[in-house]
């Protein structure tokens, strides 16, 4: 009956989300918004100046510091926070409580690729509709990788919990009172530095070589050996090396190889393991440990417990192996069912996860291949740019497209292909290509660029100004046909700022600059480019 209730409340809405106008329709009231897909922004402080028809009536009139967007492009998003931004000022516009939103449909077109899908669900998520799950809640115990994980969690946890025993216990025996409080402070604190220089300068090198295999394998492995040490007599120097390898591991090295083997879980599953691993496995671990203290300890000397940790650590390195090899096949499932990976700021993505987002680019279909290239934007491993230049010469336009943007940020590629992309048949494709272009060939690439400025498609010309005026270029000629792109394409504004990367001179006022701009003769409209009185 509650569930009635707040469903009567709810509004449901739908969001049409176009190139030249964003419409929003809520049941039972039919379109209540429908304004330009046009917003303004304060250049310095992104605050929102104006959205719709009153950032319209802005085009062309504002001040150099406001900038006027149309975040989308040719029915797709191309500037997703403008999108986010102006898709939660229209919903206030509706006068809409977000609290009270209920289902939500976003028109989207038809050849929408996955990444592009994502980004309208994550603009919409970010401007304040929350995500509904349609069927049943996964099966997260189903998934043998999760059950994998699952078992070693709780091993780890046991033995931990053992070890912390003998540990304070022969650190009782060895010191009394103030000697043991400071034995203790200045083992957290020496623990403490050596485990920070460690995540720093040693893990991502480990999972980034090695992968999660090899991040697994360090805490048993020096917590193992230390811990079969002991059977031998209770000394404080091998319990502090191997309480050590529990501290000084477990929230470095340990905790980032976790957080890279929650990759390829979907967001939603990605939530619910984490939350089973850490609320139900874990505790219980925690339990079971203290079980076998309660059991063992009145029957075993303290260094005698090692008779228990030792086997708990072999049946924990036992499962690394068989979890790396179910996290990978779930990482290529993933890849190849869902052709996304939900990466989160915290997660790291290891050399198995970087060798399967590899083989995507090699051999995946073109929406996986946009996919791949969106994640591993930013890599500077040499065989990930190499990967991504060869996508350069893809048959597919969108593939091509971004894998010439990724070579124009990266500056690694082959300007002879980059070049060839100049006269593709996709305007899209040559954009990008003037961009991959400048960035190899720097200074040889002027005259080249400079014949784009005849291409058919607007686009194209801007993105040759840009590509020359990040050079330094400031001709007279490129000033002249930036000035006519700019009245046709209606970006004065845009092309002003990427003409002035390279000059110190202080601003024209933007009511000179239009004066000049509006001049019949092109000396004025390149004055007005230039941001010369």
Known sequence: MAFKFLNMLSTDLGIDLGTANSLIHVRGKGIVVDEPSIIALDGESDKVVAIGNDAREMLGRTHRDIIVIRPLKDGVIADFEA???????????????????????????????????????????????????RGPPPAILGDPYVRALSLMILLIFVTLTIGDYQFKRIARDAYQEDALARFFSLFYAGTGIVSFVFQIVLTPRILARFGVGAGMTVMPSVFGAFSAALLFGPRLAVATVMKFADNGFQYTIHETTLQALYVPFAAEVKARTRALLDAVVKPLSYGAGGIALVVLVPVLEVHEL?????????????????????YLRSLEATLSARGALALETEDFLDAGGRRALLATLEHGEPRQVLVALEQV????????????????????????????????????????????????????VRAAAA??????????????????????HPDVRVAALKALAALGETSSTL???????AREYGRLSEITTVLRLRRSEPPLAPDSAMANFERSDSSGRTQAVLGKD
């Open 479 to 485: 000033a002249s046909s930036s000035a006519a792109v």
């Open 306 to 326: 090692s008779f228990a940790t030792v086997p708990l650590v072999v049946g924990w390195l036992a499962l690394v192996p068989l979890v790396r090899r179910r």
């Open 377 to 428: 934007a930013g890599e500077r491993h040499t065989e990930v740019r190499d990967a991504v230049a060869r996508l350069t010469g893809h048959p597919d336009s969108a593939v091509r497209t971004a894998a010439l943007y990724q070579v124009a940020a990266t500056a690694h590629g082959d300007r002879v292909s980059a070049q060839s992309s100049l006269s593709h048949t996709d305007p899209d």
């Open 435 to 456: 961009a991959a272009f400048a960035a190899l060939a720097e200074d040889e690439s002027i005259e080249t660029l400079q014949t784009a400025f005849d291409d058919p």
């Open 83 to 133: 999108t986010e931004i102006m898709m939660r000022e229209l919903i206030r516009k509706a006068n809409i409580n977000r609290m009270l939103i209920g289902k939500i449909v976003v028109d989207v077109p038809s050849g929408i690729t996955e990444v592009e899908k994502r980004a309208v669900r994550d603009s919409a998520e970010r401007a304040g509709v929350r995500p509904r799950r």
